[in-house]
């Protein structure tokens, strides 16, 4: 996978909650409801969709790196054919920073990766009616609609 850092942490979108990193193939971004094709370094918003094609690959990380506490960017890697919303994420201001994620999987198979969260940190990732909590670990998910 191709990885994009930001230089100095800036974004382009003051809501961006994380960057699209494309690896390969047609990866689109829903936002106001209409579909974007996403290019290496999209950045995202919360509300934001995004979709692989029959033959594509992409990986989302999120802003959530932190270097006093070790935590290290949340990313997730899509497959062909997969689809996923993004409907919250936060960082807290104060120390420890806790992370809150909640991502949404229309279809497909994803693999989500988090480590060095705070106490208190969790990233969820929904699919049906199943929802998986994620601290610091690394988990396989397959949903078909």
């Not at 705070?118 to 049906?128: D, E, P, R, W």
Request: glycine share 12%; hydrophobic share 35%.
């Amino acid at each position: 996978m191709v990885r994009v850092e930001q230089p100095g942490g800036r974004r382009d979108h003051p809501e961006a909650v994380g960057v699209s990193i494309v690896a390969e193939g047609q990866v689109e971004v829903l936002r106001n409801g209409r579909w974007r094709k996403a290019r290496e370094g999209t950045e995202l918003t919360i509300k934001d969709s995004v979709r692989t094609g029959a033959d594509a690959l992409a990986q989302v990380e999120f802003y959530d790196a932190d270097g006093e506490s070790g935590a290290v960017a949340t990313t997730i890697d899509l497959v062909p054919e997969s689809e996923i919303s993004i409907e919250h994420f936060e960082i807290s201001k104060s120390l420890p920073r806790k992370r809150q994620g909640f991502i949404d999987v229309a279809k497909g198979y994803l693999r989500a990766f988090t480590k060095g969260c705070a106490t208190g940190s969790i990233f969820s990732v929904k699919a049906g009616t199943t929802v998986c909590g994620i601290r610091g670990s690394s988990v396989d998910i397959s949903f078909d609609p």
